[in-house]
């Protein structure tokens, strides 16, 4: 296997998430790459949990695909899926590449954003 680095992902909030439950969920969320698989906290009957959660995967091929998964936590019944998204890490590849030179360390060189589309709570990007 070739290592490549480490890549650290930020789950910070989820905003107008669905109910899954009676009235609330309770969110969490799952990424998914390769045999890799790492999760938030759960947040109890909230559908606007702030999560805060640094996840970190290891990177050996950048062209094999990250998955996004949020849940519901349910205690007596499978947990309820309320959304994905799929998402490439070649750009950020690339841009490790770059010279760092007149870049600032708060750069963004891409953000998710949310959508309403079916069974879907983010775009790809």
């Known amino acids: 296997m070739n290592f490549l680095g480490l ?3 930020h789950i910070e ?11 609330s969920s ?4 799952i990424i998914k790459m390769g045999k890799q698989k790492v999760k938030t906290r759960v947040v109890k009957k909230n559908l606007n949990p702030e999560w805060n959660d640094d996840l970190t995967l290891t990177i050996s091929d950048p062209h094999t695909p990250i998955y996004l998964y ?4 349910d205690r007596f019944s499978m947990d309820d899926k309320m959304g ?9 590849v690339e841009a490790v ?11 963004i060189i891409t953000r ?9 709570c983010f775009e790809r990007w």
């Open 112 to 120: 998710v954003r949310p959508s309403r589309r079916e069974s879907h």
């Open 84 to 92: 994905d998204a799929e998402f490439d890490i070649s750009p950020f």
């Open 26 to 29: 309770d969110p969490y969320v």
């Open 97 to 107: 590449k770059m010279p760092l030179e007149g870049l600032a360390n708060d750069s």
């Open 7 to 9: 890549l650290g992902i």
């Open 70 to 73: 949020v849940y519901d936590k």
């Open 13 to 23: 909030r989820g905003v107008n998430l669905a109910i899954r439950d009676l009235v």
